[in-house]
């Protein structure tokens, strides 16, 4: 299949370039992120990660993020119901647990964080989910998705050439 076809074969748009390829050009920084990473993820359930991350790569509109941590999700397991009922999550919370939904709302106020602080309400929703460590670590992985969205939005990474596993953040 090629870029300009679908399996129905259905003429798309052609592909963008990249704008920068900003983890060659400051590797240094890439390399930090990927620790950074890996730091914040500790403790956090594998599964309840690529929902933050899918949820967050919704709200900053990054593609790449999107096509990255779905295909992830996927092959971890997760199911498509779920993954496409995350855009409007607060009317299929039947979809998620608790503890899941405490961390999608945790998410979208770090997320968006144009209306203010983040609620105390969201906050303390999550808080009685997580214990200290696990919140903190939660609260990590938010930013630093948030910060791969970032770098990948302005630099306008492609998407479509993830495979899963091949590497991770």
């Not at 144009?114 to 990590?140: N, Q, R, W």
Request: net charge negative; charged share 20%.
């Amino acid at each position: 299949m090629t870029t300009t076809e679908t399996p129905e074969t259905h003429s798309c748009a052609p592909e963008h370039t990249a704008r920068l390829q900003w983890a060659k050009l400051a590797p240094e920084v890439y390399k930090a992120m990927v620790k950074l990473d890996a730091a914040a993820r500790q403790g956090v359930d594998p599964v309840l990660l690529e929902l933050v991350k899918i949820r967050a790569s919704q709200i900053n509109h990054c593609a790449f993020c999107l096509d990255m941590h779905t295909k992830d999700a996927l092959a971890a397991g997760e199911s498509v119901e779920r993954i496409v009922q995350l855009s409007a999550w607060e009317e299929s919370q039947h979809f998620y647990t608790e503890r899941e939904i405490a961390a999608i709302a945790l998410t979208e106020a770090v997320t968006v964080l144009t209306d203010g602080f983040v609620p105390d309400e969201v906050y303390e929703k999550a808080a009685k989910h997580f214990d200290d460590t696990e919140l903190a670590h939660l609260i990590a992985a938010i930013t630093v998705i948030n910060a791969w969205n970032r770098f990948g939005v302005t630099a306008r990474l492609v998407p479509g050439h993830y495979t899963p596993g091949q590497y991770k953040h």
